[in-house]
């Protein structure tokens, strides 16, 4: 399998921004912190093994969406939460590790602030025939190490993306959500 490196700690050249400039986020020791608007990538897949790595800023001050927010756009167009919710007990479909707005985790597997965490996602793209849908997407998740979402039906886009309907091919997005979550460590591998 081909592995496409998007972000190995020394270029951004495979990201640009929504409406396709260079992007503008800070990179410093091979980390890639949020600083100004959503990046996507250059690169567009269909099924794939997505990995990523996050670290969420110590925000002790900050609650709920507010604390470490940020995404990760599955052909940007399905988002899964990344977020502070180191310690929760019952997540919810807002929480880290959630298919935003659709499915919670199955179970917390947050590290506290400031550690780096990961995801492994992999993707099953929707089926298309004469441009309809005719078979939804699915995904399997681990969140460090450890299964977070099996094999769930994906019946619909996640809002904030790059379109608002799904799609045979597209590319990662890490959102820009205000806060200073950094990246790095990032690649897919075609499946």
């Not at 990201?15 to 980390?31: L, M, Q």
């Not at 110590?58 to 609650?63: I, N, V």
């Not at 990961?118 to 793209?125: G, L, P, Q, S, V």
């Not at 099996?150 to 309907?165: A, I, S």
Request: a negative charge; proline letters at 6%.
């Amino acid at each position: 399998m081909e592995k496409v490196i998007l972000f190995d700690g020394t270029s951004v050249d495979a990201w640009k921004n929504r409406d396709g400039s260079p992007i503008d986020w800070t990179v410093e020791d091979g980390v890639m912190t949020v600083k100004h608007g959503d990046i996507i990538s250059k690169e567009v897949y269909s099924d794939a093994h997505i990995h990523v790595e996050w670290r969420e800023p110590d925000m002790p001050w900050a609650s709920g969406q507010g604390k470490g927010n940020s995404g990760v756009y599955i052909h940007g167009c399905y988002e899964v939460q990344v977020l502070d919710s180191y310690g929760r007990e019952v997540p919810d479909a807002s929480d880290c590790g959630a298919i935003y707005s659709m499915y919670a985790p199955l179970v917390n597997a947050c590290k506290p602030a400031l550690e780096w965490q990961t995801y492994d996602i992999y993707f099953r793209a929707p089926r298309f025939e004469n441009g309809e849908i005719v078979k939804n997407g699915f995904v399997t998740i681990l969140q460090n190490g450890i299964v977070i979402h099996n094999n769930v039906e994906l019946p619909r886009n996640t809002p904030g993306g790059v379109t608002d309907y799904r799609v045979e091919q597209g590319p990662l997005l890490l959102q820009d959500h205000g806060n200073p979550v950094s990246f790095r460590n990032i690649w897919f591998e075609r499946l």
